[in-house]
């Protein structure tokens, strides 16, 4: 059974950092995508960045790019996004998801929220 454990998020000022990890479980992280989306209050579902893990090939949302950074460890069955430059547009449930995009199974997110 695949899960995927998200963890990492809290409350931060325009300007900072966190970074956000998922722990999975239950498949071959080596060899999967991975991906980061959010969902800002009332709105869809945005994709953030996704991995190769067993590549590292990225790719990042324009609206993250040079902020924020995925990276996989293997050794350690771990997805990872830090996030640097906090906007408060950044504030969403962000979550990680198996796959490359916004489709496949997600955890059960963690809450960012980017305020001063």
């Known amino acids: 059974e695949v899960q995927l454990v998200e963890s990492g998020g809290g409350s931060v000022q325009p300007g900072g950092s966190l970074r956000l990890s998922c722990a999975a479980s239950?498949?071959?992280?080596?060899?999967?995508?991975m991906s980061w989306v959010r969902q800002a209050p009332g709105k869809g579902l945005e994709w953030v960045s996704s991995i190769l893990s067993y590549s590292s090939r990225t790719s990042y949302a324009d609206s993250v790019k040079g902020r924020f950074t995925i990276s996989a460890d293997n050794a350690k069955n771990t997805l990872y996004l830090q996030m640097s430059s906090l906007k408060s547009e950044d504030t969403a449930v962000y979550y990680c998801v198996k796959g490359w995009g916004t489709i496949g199974q997600r955890g059960q997110g963690t809450q960012v929220t980017v305020s001063s």
């Open positions: 239950g498949f071959t992280f080596r060899s999967s995508a």
